[in-house]
DNA sequence: GACTATACGGAACTAGCGTTCCGTTTGTCA
DNA sequence: TGACAAACGGAACGCTAGTTCCGTATAGTC
């Protein structure tokens, strides 16, 4: 279930409509169900195959044809868009609410094993963060900048707390967890590795350097 | 410059030559020299844009038509693999050469900073380790295990030594280095990571566990 | 120099996928 | 219940990229 990052059963974005002036239009109820239903089926199908299943692909899992998908979502990048900012917003509001903790090392760890599991469980997670490495332009730009803020936010807390080693930058550490756990492997193996870059980031190590 | 991974100017791909009988002809002159071309246009295309480089592109780099690259090589996929297959074996080389050093922990550290760097200069090889991590039916697929066996083989002499901690596996550590990799970040931000992930498989920190 | 197997070039074919178009259906309201 | 704007479905279009085909060019040989 995804929640309309706005406001709800508006036809935000059906470019189709007459014009700006429906822009605000309250959505048929048919049509606030369908629209449910393509973002339910889009996750899923995202998720399960990557950015680069078909838009058919999801139609046919919504039940609807495609045109009535870009009825709703001009492009199939707004749909991907839609779909993943809403994702990394939740993420950010982890943030928010993890950086209240007392203990500002394990904040940011339990943060980055969380970060992981999504990564790790939602394939296009990664591809987002794939493609605002690449190109600003997309949307989901502003959604990824907010969340590095956040991040961000918990690393200096934790380096302050002296839980971690001060010459790691937030990208990094973000790179780092969606690289780990991009290589599809299991779970489980996703969590050890989400722990040795834990680990790398803490305090020097007994080892030389 | 690609070498062949077998014998010299011999016809191995040309599946449009008079059959098997035809195998193993030696290839006229003018042939040769195409497809010797054809392989560093080919690294080279990968390397700056991806697999997903149109072989027009390669071709063009190249300076034959797309009808010459196809009779050298049936897919595209197999012009690939001969390109990544040399690189994998390059770094097996390394791995074997290495395996003598005194300094097992070094040893290690100073290989996975070697296969960081070709990961970042050459997206193809990660993009090849991608794909062996979804699909084995790949000719990559052989080269990939013997790298992880050479792999294997440092990380357990380094264990020994007490340079590294017992609980982590080779395939980890190898998804470790080309995820921190892959997002085409600085060199230099490549490199710290790296450091990053070495640290990560070090001892134990003097942060409490 | 002539002959032939080998190799070449690039137009054409094929397949997949994003997107558009338009005739049909349906929810909503008087 | 009838009218109409809103919404739907899916065939069709256009583009990109992999692959094939065949007429032409040429290296190698006698």
């Keep these: ?106 904040v940011l760890f339990s943060f980055l094993r969380e970060f992981g599991r999504q990564a790790s469980a939602k394939q296009d997670l990664f591809d987002a963060m794939d493609a605002a490495g690449l190109d600003i332009k997309s949307t989901c730009a502003a959604s990824v900048d907010e969340l590095t803020r956040g991040i961000d936010l918990l690393l200096e807390r934790a380096k302050a707390a002296g839980a971690v080693r001060e010459d790691v930058a937030t990208g990094e550490v973000m790179a780092l967890i969606v690289g780990a756990c991009h290589s599809k492997q299991d779970d489980l193996v996703c969590q050890r590795m989400v722990e040795i870059v834990c680990d790398g980031i803490r305090g020097p190590t007994l080892a030389t350097r």
Aim: with cysteine; charged share 25%.
């Design 1 to 106: 279930m995804i929640a309309d990052p706005g406001s709800e059963n508006v036809a935000q974005a059906d470019t189709r409509a007459n014009g700006a002036a429906a822009a605000l239009r309250p959505l048929r109820a048919d049509a606030a169900k369908n629209r449910e239903r393509i973002l339910e089926a889009a996750e899923a199908t995202f998720t399960a195959e990557g950015v680069s299943a078909p838009i058919d692909a999801v139609a046919q899992r919504a039940g609807v044809g495609v045109g009535t998908v870009y009825r709703h979502f001009p492009t199939k990048e707004a749909l991907f868009e839609a779909i993943v900012t809403t994702r990394l917003d939740e993420l950010c509001k982890t943030t928010r609410e993890l950086a209240e903790g007392e203990a500002p090392g394990e």
